[in-house]
């Protein structure tokens, strides 16, 4: 849609400023304002106002007043006292506005990186001012732990002084206290032998002795086989020296120790008996070591690793050993259950996946296409609940197209149409906001819906179909298809012979086209 220039704005000069009052039409929400050097650009859509001003002005000094009816610009003057005979330069040619539209935009862009780099510097400053007051509040606050702590650790050391101090003292001075044997001390090993008349004693072997173990081994030996060549017999009387010699009954317990490490019931755990051992005559004990070295040397011939396979390999046995195979149970796995597993995953505006590391950039982004969707004036996401209606919506677009915004009209009227899809008014709005941006074919197939959804034809639609009629006719004739676009229009006089608007485009292209009727 072409732009309306202002021409009814008046001005007036004093010797300092010049004061310019601009009217302002349809009551405008915003109005844009752009001064610099001698270029002033005031904009409201339909209606713009472009001066260049017969000398340079100092927009910061500068001042502008915005009212329901009208903008009152008070520009102050570069050269104070100077005269000008015209607001404008006059006759000025197509090239030199160009030029001097160029400068005063590439003056305001070095006005904003400058203004930009200053702030820059500002905010450099400032991060490092504060990080410097962080780095002395944190060393503050490390200093004071430190104090802290230092005063605790003394505090402890003070204490750990004084209990030191008490617990040299002697624990319950008067009391008298007992010794006791200890029974886990060393002692060193008993010699076993047999005297004059036969009888078994034992004493203490000496250092030497024990350092000297084939001569140990050797005695104790020749007495084991000896035993075991000549078993006691029942009648035997066998005099054994123990009248509770605690060396015999210790030299028992080891015998009995290692007959149970061999035969895998050690029960050394339980041997913290206080009295030893007894055993009520001495042919009982005579008879009980000969069989517990009988065991001893059986069980060491038995334990070698391999014994039990080298017998059965000697004697013509298979020795079969358990296997998993052997179990039919055992040797296949079950096979396992189907199952099924739904994953849901959260619905993303992105196609590629969720990333930590552009998941700021990425909101980023999605603020800055909020934003621009609410500069055109219409927005889904701030509409509240009563105002997701079709009806509302379609209201909502007529007012943005009244007054020229023709996108934020569009938006309405498509949101409405996911709503309800067989709203007659909002194809038929849309696409008068179509032909007004200049979407010539998108506001051809809205007519078209619009004119399929108005059936049966009747009385209440006919100036509906006919005003369909004539911008499809009009948006044909814009694509360059007057054989398509001229029937359009004549269908859409004849619903309404009287409408002067038809009358004139109708005309209007068959004299462009050359069509003669």
Sequence with gaps: MPAI??????????????????PLRGHPAKVDLFVIDNYVKISFPPFILELFLWADIAEKESECTVTDTEAILLLRKIQIGQEWPSLD????????????????????????????????????????????????????????IEAIRDAHRKQAMEDFENWRSKA???????????????????????????????????????????????????????????????????????????????????????????????????????????????????SFAKEMEGKRLRKLYAKKRNTRPGAEFVKAVINGELVRRKSIFEEPSRSVPLPRRNSTINVTFTDRKFPTPARESSHLEEQEWLEKQAEARRKIGFDTDDLRLEERDPQWLNDKGDEFLKVGN??????????????????????????????????????????????????????SNRESRARCHARRGAALCKLSSPQHGIPELEAALKLMPDDKSIQCDLLAAKQHFDVKD
Excluded: H
């Design 168 to 282: 040299e003292l002697p624990f319950l001075p008067d009391a008298d206290g007992q010794i006791q044997e200890n029974r886990k001390a060393y002692k060193p090993p008993l010699k076993w032998f047999k005297d004059d008349n036969n009888t078994l004693k034992s004493r203490p072997m000496t250092d030497d002795e024990i350092f000297n173990n084939d001569t140990i081994d050797e005695g104790l030996r020749s007495v084991e086989l000896k035993e075991l060549e000549e078993p006691p017999t029942s009648g035997e009387n066998v005099n054994v020296a123990n009248d509770g010699n605690p060396e015999i009954n210790e030299k028992i317990e080891e015998i009995e120790t290692e007959r149970n490490f061999f035969d895998g019931t050690d029960d050394s755990s339980s041997e913290d008996s206080e009295s030893p051992r007894e055993f009520e005559s001495p």
């Design 5 to 22: 220039v202002i021409k009814d704005y008046t001005w007036r000069q004093t010797s300092e400023f010049v004061m310019l009052n601009v």
């Design 406 to 459: 023709y996108l934020a009209a569009i938006s309405a009227y498509t949101c409405g149409i996911k709503i309800s899809d067989k709203m007659v008014s909002l194809y038929a709005n849309r696409s008068a906001a179509q032909y007004a941006l200049g979407n010539y074919r998108r506001c051809m197939e809205d007519c078209s819906k619009a004119l399929e959804l108005m059936v049966p034809k009747c009385e």
């Design 89 to 144: 330069i006059q006759n000025i040619d197509n090239e030199t506005r160009r030029k001097y539209r160029n400068r005063a935009l590439e003056r305001f862009q070095a006005d904003v990186e400058e203004r930009e780099r200053i702030k820059s510097e500002k905010r450099q400053c400032l991060q490092k001012e504060a990080v410097k007051e962080q780095i002395s509040i944190n060393t503050a606050t490390l200093n004071k």
